[in-house]
């Protein structure tokens, strides 16, 4: 249902928090990050089709996803089946967000089913 990305995304996310230390110490402190989910538009890879990771179409940096969503090849996650799946994560402030790695999301409505990382210890 969710690949993440690239190979390394879980070494990428640990140094992320190595750099950001008040990030991991929100989530030490029972705070969930939010991860906004995207699509791909086209029919050449549709739902259910097998993609190799390191498929030129993976998006790497934030830079080229936002490129790809302004070229309308990618868009939110499920929004045509499920709406209030993902809508709370608020894709218009995480795109046009350049200076704060995170910001408070608050679900607005019933139905929403967010992607989290997050620590496992005391939860």
């Known amino acids: 249902d969710f690949l993440p990305s690239p190979i ?3 070494q990428d996310l640990r ?4 750099k950001h230390p008040e990030l991991k ?6 705070t969930v990050f939010i991860l906004p989910a ?9 739902y259910g089709t097998n993609i190799p990771f390191q498929h030129p179409i993976y998006p790497e940096i934030k830079e080229k996803l936002m490129e790809m ?4 090849q990618i868009e939110m996650f499920r929004h045509k089946l499920y709406k209030p799946g ?3 994560t608020d894709y218009e402030k995480w ?4 200076t704060c790695i995170s910001y ?18 005391g939860v």
Request: glycine share 6%; net charge positive; aromatic share 12%.
């Open 86 to 88: 993902h809508t709370s």
């Open 38 to 46: 995207w699509e791909l538009k086209s029919k050449e890879f549709s």
């Open 69 to 72: 969503k302004l070229e309308g």
């Open 15 to 18: 140094l992320m928090f190595d």
């Open 25 to 30: 110490k929100k989530m030490n402190n029972k």
């Open 95 to 98: 795109s046009s967000n350049t």
């Open 104 to 121: 408070p999301v608050k679900a607005k409505e019933f139905g929403y089913e967010p992607y989290t990382i997050g620590a496992t210890t």
């Open 8 to 10: 390394n995304t879980h």
